[in-house]
């Protein structure tokens, strides 16, 4: 049924870089989107990759002084390698150097030509290579230095003037604008969608989607002097992935995208041109474009020339993979900017996954492993003390699902760890050590409640740190069939052996600091 079908894409990467916190996180978002919906039952194809043509690439090759090809290459390989650095899970890794990719590339082409939404003309306007953007000169500024940069974006801009192709999108705009209305859903957050409209309001000019004056690109059908606009072609890819023009290619079931994941920068590439695209070739378009906010470090905006871009790898040597990932995706509203702040991540690190989930998990498995024989404890009677907790997880897999549904990431892990607070508070109240000598059947039961609700977060808190709760869900014997959402109502089965408990979310420990100091010299002091 194409209702269980869930296509969710990443932006494709320009290989003129390695690989910064923004890559990583937009993919991380889609990594926990994607891995939410396949332990959800849904039939998920996550695709990510690298966007290897336009000027940008070929300057920054010639720079290398490299064959664009050997170029992109070298460089496409650093963002695959951030995938098993990272943990994520794609599908597929797409580059627009691909054969298949020119094939759709060119057929879409013909396809919106015989449609009499391209023709040919000559293109005079400013353009900038760094964001591969034509820009009106409204949409410019003259700098102090008597530079033109893009308002927006603060990139430099150049005025061009060369024979192009134009896709008609001066005409599109009445039926943009209906297909944003019939298709509430189609832009978010909200504030997005508001912005992208007015544009659209404003009114559209044709786009300029071929270029003269480089070669590093995918020729035009039946004039090879024409290469294709890199966003044309870049956007291109989520189509090519589904086999197109092949429409009874295996994965053409998987269009339309459930959700293309973008930056805040690019979309009106994705939301104005790419629906304009294929409605004019009569492809169907996304069903939804989410645009996410910006990372600043430290209260700077991240930039190379300041040297300060942050290295996900580098975060994840010193803090640990699900560490990182949890920081990112629970530090900022997810759509809003956000800053990276050390102290922000050793404060999460300690907090939230040490001392309220860990110790959690710590302290009830090792109560169990020393006082109920290593096995999951007998369940008793239910009573008002233990109920609302139990109720809270129970609730807590459609009340995620709502949140990820929104791609509200930070909520949905604020929704897990308040079943976590309540857990640990349930335990003080509980005292089940205390338990021992006044009442064994009602500590046992205390504890399999507990275990019970270590369970079910650990279920959800799957997707953001798969490699963590894996190793929770070992100690707690759950078998691999036993850890989709289907699963999620199988409780606990009291008498279960259990292996013994390790702890799986260290504290901070700062390279930088001196060494604790011997045992005696502490007494003293
Ligand atoms: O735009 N914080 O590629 P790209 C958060 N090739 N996100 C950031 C960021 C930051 N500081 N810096 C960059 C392209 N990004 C095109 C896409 S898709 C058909 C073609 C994000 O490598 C940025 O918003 O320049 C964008 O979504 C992504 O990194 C890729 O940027």
Redesign the pocket.
Known sequence: MSDNRFYITT????VN?VP????A??TLACDVMARFMRLDGKDVRFLTGT?EHGQKVEQAAANAGMDPKAFTDKVSQSFRDLVPAMGYSPDNFIRTTEPRHYAACQALWNKVLAAGDIYLGKYAGWYSVRDEAFYAESETEVGPDNKRRATASGAEVAWVEEPSYFFRLSAWQDRLLKFYEDNPRFIAPQSRRNEVISFVKGGLQDLSVSRTTFKWGVPVPNDPAHIMYV?FD??T??ITECGYPDETAPNWKYWPADLHM?????VR??TVYWPAFLMAAGVAPPKRVYA?????NEGQK?SKSLGNTIDTVALVKEFGLDQTRYFLMREVPFGNDGDFRRAAMVQRMDSDLANAYGNLCQRVLSIVAKNCGGAVPAKGPLTDADRPLLDKARGALAAVREKINEQAFNEALTTIWEVIGDANRYVDAQAPWALAKTDPARRDHVLWVLIETIRRVTLLAQPFMPGSTARILDQLAVPAEGRSFAAFDREMASGTALPAPQGVFPRYVDPAAPAPAPKQARKKA
């Open positions: 932006p494709i990467y320009y870089d910064h916190i923004g890559h996180y937009t966007d966003w870049a956007l890819n989520y973008v930056g805040k920068d690019i590439f994705h996410h906010g910006w990372w600043t991240i």
